[in-house]
């Protein structure tokens, strides 16, 4: 399983770009944001590599982020959703829009992706709504918080998923807890959580 690789850009186009590595040609698919965030050939480039196998098949597909690896390996997860679909919605929409797609539920926002039709949109929101760890959330203001208050963000939002809630439950009840306190700094774990579960018993 190749995780991930640095080598020299020898080809890149908008269907694939060539890695060399010690004389070595590797042949990935990228979405778009990868492919815009690449030097030209001749530099040297570092990239995250998802390895999609199945049964007569092999694909090497390389992301410029952490988080784009990531998405792209919870969506081919879902029943009807191959790589080239999923790099689809890579390719339309950053890593942090379509967790939170998924996360408030929003098929509409997935829809507007070319190809994504209203059955697969609804499909990608059912199946992995409650699967996004808390790590991987990224919810409204929380991604521009600083480093301490984001942790604290993330820390009520898995208090709350380990209470029962699911995490699309748990999302929402934390954004409103952010939307009342447009001062971002010095959250604590214990308000956010006080504050959030007095808006799910609402």
Do not use: W
């Amino acid at each position: 399983m190749i995780g991930s690789l640095r080598g020299i850009l020898a080809e890149k186009t908008p269907q694939s770009i060539l890695v060399d590595l010690a004389g070595i040609g590797f042949e990935l698919m990228v979405p778009l944001s990868t492919l815009y965030g690449l030097p030209d050939p001749g530099e040297e480039v570092r990239l995250y590599v998802y390895t999609h196998v199945r049964e007569n098949q092999i694909l090497l597909v390389g992301f410029l982020r952490q988080e784009e690896k990531e998405v792209f390996r919870f969506l081919t997860s879902v029943s009807g959703v191959g790589p080239r679909l999923a790099l689809n919605i890579l390719s339309s929409l950053p890593p942090e829009e379509v967790l939170e797609a998924i996360l408030q539920e929003d098929s509409q926002r997935l829809r507007a992706v070319p190809g994504v039709g209203r059955k697969t949109a609804e499909r990608i929101v059912v199946e992995l709504k409650d699967r996004i760890p808390p790590r991987e959330i990224r919810i409204g203001r929380a991604a521009e918080l600083r480093p301490p208050d984001r942790q604290v963000v993330l820390e009520a939002l898995s208090a709350l998923v380990n209470l029962g809630y699911t995490r699309s439950e748990a999302d929402k009840a934390v954004a409103r807890v952010l939307e009342r306190r447009p001062e971002a700094g010095n959250l604590r774990v214990e308000t956010v959580l006080k504050e959030a579960l007095r808006s799910l018993a609402r």
